[in-house]
Each structure stands twice: as structure tokens, then as C-alpha cells.
């Protein structure tokens, strides 16, 4: 003889619902559909009510729309750190040069930067004197003696 799980029946199944915390559109459409469903017909809903109710909806929906056009545009303003620091082609730059020196014994270094590219996120100036510096490591910024004099 066969025998019915008992699982399968409705009234033992587990019902476990998780409230959300924001209350979005669809929700919102949910509850005011079941307020005129489950409406007294005797004394229905008042229509201040339903207009207040709807003019909420959309005010919510027209927040949520704006929130997520905020998002999009804060998304798409994340600059490399080419183009944030690509107006320092051409500049002078003085930096302590790297060595296992002590601090007051560092050489205060020159260069012109010729391009600029990133590592990890970090913006790296390549520099004329064939190094390559951090952005962050740059101590002082001048015009370049190339563009001062006006030769190359």
C-alpha cells in the first residue's frame, strides 16, 4: 500500500515571509488594491482619500525614478586617473627621490612629464628623465623649462 507524503500537504508546509524594509510601487499598488477590494460597498473608500493615495503613488514612483537616475549618473562619474591627471603632460614636477636614504638626505629631483598612466587605480607620470613617479609623490608642480623657452 502506497502512502501520501505528508509533506505535501498545504497545512504542513512552512510559511515563512520576510518583511521588506521599503515599501516600492508594486507593494504600494498591492495594498491599495486590496483597501477597494475589501471595501465596505455601503461606505466605500472616499475619493480624497483614493486622490491623496494615488497623488503618494506617484510621488513615489517619480522619487524611485529620480533615485535611480542619481545612481546611473553618480556610476558614470567615476574619472580614470589618465584623464584626472592628463593636464599635468607637459608640467614640471620635483619629487624626493626614492632611495634607502634617510629623510633629510633625499635629493629633490626634476622632470617634465610626457604621459601619464595607472597602476591598481594610481596615477603614474612618466617622466622625461625616463622615470616613473606616483602622482602622490610629487612635492612641487612649475611650467616646464620646454614650455617657458619655447624650444624642445
Do not use: C, W
Not at 497545512?11 to 508594486?26: A, G, H, V, W
Not at 546611473?72 to 584623464?83: A, D, E, R, W
Not at 614640471?92 to 632611495?99: G, P
Request: proline share 4%; no cysteine.
Amino acid at each position: 500500500m502506497n502512502t501520501i507524503d505528508p509533506s505535501f500537504y498545504l497545512s504542513n508546509q512552512k510559511i515563512t515571509r520576510e518583511p521588506s524594509p521599503t515599501l516600492d510601487k508594486d507593494g504600494f499598488l498591492k495594498i491599495l488594491m486590496t483597501q477597494l477590494q475589501n471595501q465596505d460597498p455601503t461606505d466605500p473608500m472616499d475619493d480624497n482619500a483614493m486622490v491623496e493615495q494615488m497623488a503618494t503613488l506617484t510621488s513615489l514612483e517619480q522619487v524611485m525614478n529620480m533615485s535611480s537616475a542619481i545612481e546611473t549618473l553618480v556610476q558614470s562619474q567615476v574619472v580614470s586617473p589618465v584623464i584626472q591627471y592628463s593636464h599635468m603632460i607637459g608640467k614640471e614636477v620635483m619629487y624626493q627621490q626614492s632611495d634607502d636614504q634617510a629623510e633629510s638626505e633625499k635629493n629633490t629631483v626634476k622632470g617634465n612629464v610626457v604621459a601619464v598612466s595607472q597602476k591598481e587605480g594610481l596615477a603614474i607620470f612618466e617622466l622625461d628623465n625616463g622615470e616613473k613617479i606616483y602622482a602622490d609623490a610629487v612635492t612641487k608642480i612649475g611650467h616646464s623649462s620646454i614650455e617657458a623657452n619655447g624650444t624642445e
